[in-house]
C-alpha cells in the first residue's frame, strides 16, 4: 500500500513546486453555489488558498474554473495565477486535474493539487505536505493520512504527472491507494486541516460553531452569471 510516511523535520534540496486550485464544481450539495466564492471572516475560500500558497513559496499557479467562471475569475484578478477553464466540469473532477496539468509550466519538481473548499488549509500546512514530499522514501503521490481517513492536499512528482497525461489514472478516485499502491506515499499526520472541507450547509454550520467564524455563502446571482460559460 505504499510507504508509510510519519512526520518530522530535515533540510531538503529546494524544489520547483507548481499547484493546481481546483474550483470548477457545481457544488450540488451546498445548493448549486461555487463552493471557492464562501467567505470565511469575510475573504472567499479561493483567495485565502492562494494566500497560503504564496506563503508556502509556491512558484506557479493554475486555478481551474468551470462553473460559475466568472465568478471565480474575477474573484483571483489580483493574482499572478494562469487561468485553465474546464468546459466539462460537470464530468468530474479528473478532467479538471488534466486542463490544469496541461497548462502548467514543462518542469516541476512537485505539484500540489488543491481544492478549493478546504477552508482552515494555510501556509504551514502547504510546507509541511511539501517537506514530506521532499522526505519520501518512494511513490511518486504523496497523500495525507489523518487517523485512515484519506484528506487533501496532495503532491505529485513527475513521474505521476506524466501517468495521469498518458495514461488516465484519477487521482480523485476514493480507490486510488489500493489501485495503483505503487504510485502512492502515505503520509501519516494529527492534521485535521487536511481533511476538513465544506460540502454542505451543515459543515459550514458546524465549523462556524467550532470555530466561531463567521460563515457566507456567495450571493446567488454572483455564482450563475458564470455557470454555463
Known amino acids: 500500500m505504499g510507504c508509510q510516511f510519519k512526520?518530522?523535520?530535515?533540510?531538503?534540496?529546494?524544489?520547483?513546486?507548481?499547484?493546481?486550485?481546483?474550483?470548477?464544481?457545481?457544488?450540488?450539495?451546498?445548493?448549486?453555489?461555487?463552493?471557492?466564492?464562501?467567505r470565511l471572516q469575510g475573504v472567499p475560500l479561493i483567495n485565502?488558498?492562494?494566500?497560503?500558497?504564496?506563503?508556502?513559496?509556491?512558484?506557479?499557479?493554475?486555478?481551474?474554473?468551470?462553473?460559475?467562471?466568472?465568478?471565480?475569475?474575477?474573484?483571483?484578478?489580483?493574482?499572478?495565477?494562469?487561468?485553465?477553464?474546464?468546459?466539462?466540469?460537470?464530468d468530474g473532477q479528473q478532467g479538471s486535474v488534466r486542463v490544469g496539468l496541461e497548462q502548467l509550466g514543462a518542469k516541476c519538481d512537485a505539484v500540489l493539487v488543491l481544492l478549493a473548499d478546504q477552508p482552515l488549509i494555510g501556509a504551514a500546512d502547504l510546507t509541511e505536505l511539501i517537506a514530506a514530499f521532499k522526505k519520501?522514501?518512494?511513490?511518486?503521490?504523496l497523500v495525507p493520512m489523518?487517523?485512515?481517513q484519506r484528506g487533501n492536499p496532495i503532491v505529485m512528482d513527475e513521474v505521476a504527472r506524466a501517468q495521469?497525461?498518458?495514461?488516465?489514472?484519477?487521482?480523485?478516485?476514493?480507490h486510488l491507494?489500493?489501485?495503483?499502491?505503487?504510485?502512492?506515499?502515505?503520509?501519516?499526520?494529527?492534521?485535521?486541516?487536511?481533511?476538513?472541507?465544506?460540502?454542505?450547509p451543515e459543515d459550514m454550520a458546524a465549523?462556524?460553531?467550532?470555530?466561531?467564524?463567521?460563515?457566507e455563502l456567495p450571493q446567488a446571482e454572483l455564482t450563475q452569471a458564470g455557470a454555463v460559460a
Open 207 to 215: 465549523l462556524a460553531l467550532r470555530t466561531g467564524w463567521k460563515l
Open 146 to 148: 489523518v487517523q485512515g
Open 136 to 141: 519520501r522514501g518512494q511513490g511518486h503521490v
Open 177 to 200: 491507494i489500493d489501485r495503483n499502491p505503487e504510485l502512492v506515499c502515505l503520509f501519516e499526520t494529527t492534521n485535521t486541516r487536511f481533511v476538513t472541507d465544506l460540502d454542505t
Open 164 to 174: 495521469i497525461q498518458a495514461s488516465g489514472t484519477n487521482l480523485a478516485c476514493r
Open 7 to 38: 512526520q518530522g523535520g530535515g533540510l531538503y534540496a529546494r524544489l520547483r513546486v507548481g499547484a493546481l486550485l481546483l474550483a470548477a464544481g457545481e457544488g450540488q450539495r451546498m445548493g448549486g453555489v461555487a463552493k471557492s466564492l464562501i
Open 48 to 90: 485565502r488558498q492562494l494566500i497560503a500558497l504564496s506563503g508556502a513559496g509556491v512558484d506557479e499557479v493554475v486555478v481551474v474554473t468551470g462553473h460559475a467562471r466568472d465568478a471565480v475569475e474575477a474573484a483571483v484578478a489580483g493574482f499572478p495565477v494562469t487561468l485553465a477553464h474546464n468546459a466539462n466540469y460537470k
